[in-house]
Nanobody
Framework: QVQLVESGGGMVQPGGSLRLSCVAS????????MGWYRQAPGKTRALVAL???????TYADSVKGRFTISGDNAKNTVALEMSNLKPEDTAVYYC?????????WGQGTQVTVHS
């Protein structure tokens, strides 16, 4: 089992910045990828950004140039730097880890972009 704990959500005005962090514990060795997904009210959960253990990254088109994902394999952490936030970025953000073909999810952290 892998446990994921997210932190860093909150409320920010449009154009502002936030940093999300996620730490994996438990059987966290051999994690092959970690990432962030988000779910807005009435919408399905969708990829925001993903980073593999080798450092390859994938971003949703809507966040390219504004969000940056980074990971630390030794510490089993992943962070998401979000800048130039827009109201449409408002959602619950979930951390995901992939280990031995299994997906693990955090509880989620709310990000609200509101003027």
């Amino acid at each position: 089992q892998v446990q994921l704990v997210e932190s860093g959500g909150g409320m920010v005005q449009p154009g502002g910045s936030l940093r999300l962090s996620c730490v994996a514990s438990g059987s966290s060795s051999s994690i092959s990828a970690m990432g962030w997904y988000r779910q807005a009210p009435g919408k399905t959960r969708a990829l925001v950004a993903l980073i593999t253990s080798g450092g390859s990254t994938t971003y949703a088109d809507s966040v390219k140039g504004r969000f940056t994902i980074s990971g630390d394999n030794a510490k089993n952490t992943v962070a998401l730097e979000m800048s130039n936030l827009k109201p449409e970025d408002t959602a619950v953000y979930y951390c995901r880890a992939v280990r031995n073909g299994y997906n693990y999810w955090g509880q989620g952290t709310q990000v609200t972009v509101h003027s």
